[in-house]
């Protein structure tokens, strides 16, 4: 049975009539609103530009056998690469360490880390029955320390205090020896985001990194952020060694194409979408379903 996204790609996919084989000139035809799809999503330029050589460079190879015609092929080659692309399959937690379990949260100011933070905590404690702390390194807005306490509670976790007089390195030591000793199985860490990119705030993450040795580094990132979050994803993976991706704000209007470019250029697989601003709006994210958003 033909899925959502097999539908919607051979919509966009039209046919050149009477085409037996893809040719270099019917195969760009076809492709043009693919192209078109993806930079009203907001894919990042370069990002549709590589995708669109890459299907073009398979569609020529491709063999046409028996009875599907040039689009279904190319509908296919598509639907592989974006695939091989926006990740395929579903990825958790990796919490494959002694415990406590350390998830280091990065990303920019606004793009929903403390929120994310707390989604996670819940999500650890009902779907893995684990004894989760969380504390919060942003000793530049006391609000957000704040704010990390508010949403732990709602999330029946357990939250380690933290001020604005203390370095975000010996915070994070603390919150690790607390959790040590009092046998929790994972250690959240909120970190200090700024509203762009900057050398100060890379090198603190880059120490926190290097002093709690987390399994997991997500990269939260903001959906609505759009042709811009190929250059924040950029700066935070040559920062860090990411091991996944939440993309938040999913339940905005946006396409959702931030998805693309983001895994383009960091690698690390998508786990989780944030779909509302309340703390069970976490999804484990839906790559098949996703593609079909951003084709619009
Ligand atoms: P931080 O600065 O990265 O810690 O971001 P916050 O967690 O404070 O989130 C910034 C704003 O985005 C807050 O108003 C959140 O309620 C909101 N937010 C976070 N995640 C989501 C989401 O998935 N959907 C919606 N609609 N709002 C979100």
Redesign the pocket.
Known sequence: MASALTEKLSRLVKEVRGQARITESNVSDMLREVRMALLEADVALPVVRDFIARVKEKALGAEVVGSLTPGQVLVSVIQRELAATMGEGVSDLNLAAQPPAVIL?A???????????A?LAKHLIERRKKKVLTVSG?VYRPA?IE?LKT?TKQAGAEWFPSSPEQKPLEIARAALDYAKKHYFDVLLV?TA?RLAIDEALMAEIKQLHAALNPVETLF?V?AMQGQDAINTARAFKEALPLTGIVL?????DSRGGAALSVRTVTGAPIKF?????KID??EVFDAERHAGRVLG
Do not use: I, R
């Not at 606004?110 to 933070?117: E, N, S």
């Open positions: 949260m990303g920019l100011q606004g793009a929903g880390k403390t929120t994310t933070t989604k942003d957000a704010q949403v909120d985001g939260v903001d938040t704000k999913l339940d905005g979408a944030g779909v509302s601003e709006g976490l």
